[in-house]
């Protein structure tokens, strides 16, 4: 069946650090994937998307690509704030919207 | 993007209560589904929610515990009944897809504590 995998948090950075944070998926089929983010005390916000192949979200300065050749969907963003602390969960649809177990970014200042 | 309210945003509730959630849709939306965020953990999907036909549960949730209500294209209600306190959990509506996107949205969640 249809999984999402992501690397495990938390994940702690200093102001204007790289970030990336893995995510690779097993589906059958040509699923849309996605960012999703939980900043906190709030519900799930879409960060980006992807639908299809070499496609690439970007929002708020974080870009992730479609790698259908290694099934992964990385998130990433070259210079991260305070303000992007959050909860980043990975998803696919499939049928039905499968999640990663998400990961927890701090980022200090 | 479909705009999503909660009520209550959060609740302290004792054991052995019911708690029913509310959730608003700014349009009409087919499909509406109802999710828990147990603490410090991913999104497990409860049911899904299509008015005019009774909700579809995912494995190990029931509909005498957390039965659903969708009485038009805009509304649904989430009920939890009975509840102790490993029901603890943010609980979360969402919407979507569409004809036209792929893309599920959230509302802001209901923080639900049980004593």
């Known amino acids: 069946g249809n999984s999402v995998t992501q690397m495990e948090g938390p994940v702690t950075l200093s102001e204007e650090a790289f970030l990336t944070i893995n995510c690779t998926y097993t589906?059958?089929?040509?699923?849309?994937l996605f960012w999703y983010v939980q900043y906190p005390g709030e519900g799930l916000q879409l960060l980006l998307k992807a639908t299809k192949a070499d496609d690439k979200g970007s929002n708020k300065g974080f870009e992730a690509t479609y790698r259908k050749e290694t099934t992964s969907f990385h998130l990433e963003k070259g210079s991260v704030q305070v303000s992007d602390s959050a909860v980043y969960f990975c998803a696919l649809q499939g049928g039905k919207l499968i999640f990663g177990q998400g990961t927890e970014l701090s980022v200090k200042p | 993007s479909a705009v999503i309210s909660q009520k209550p945003s959060r609740d302290i509730c004792q054991r052995g209560t019911s708690l029913t959630i509310q959730c608003q849709v700014d349009s009409q939306v087919t499909m509406m589904f109802w999710y828990r965020q147990q603490p410090g953990q991913s999104l497990t999907l409860i049911a899904t929610a299509n008015q005019g036909s009774e909700a579809t549960y995912e494995s190990g949730f029931v509909i005498d515990k957390f039965p659903i209500s969708r009485p038009n294209l805009t509304f649904s209600t989430l009920t939890v009944s009975n509840m102790s306190p490993e029901d603890s959990s943010i609980y979360l509506c969402s919407v979507g897809p569409g004809t036209d996107t792929d893309t599920q949205y959230f509302g802001p969640g209901t923080r639900l504590t049980v004593l």
């Open positions: 589906a059958t089929g040509y699923p849309s």
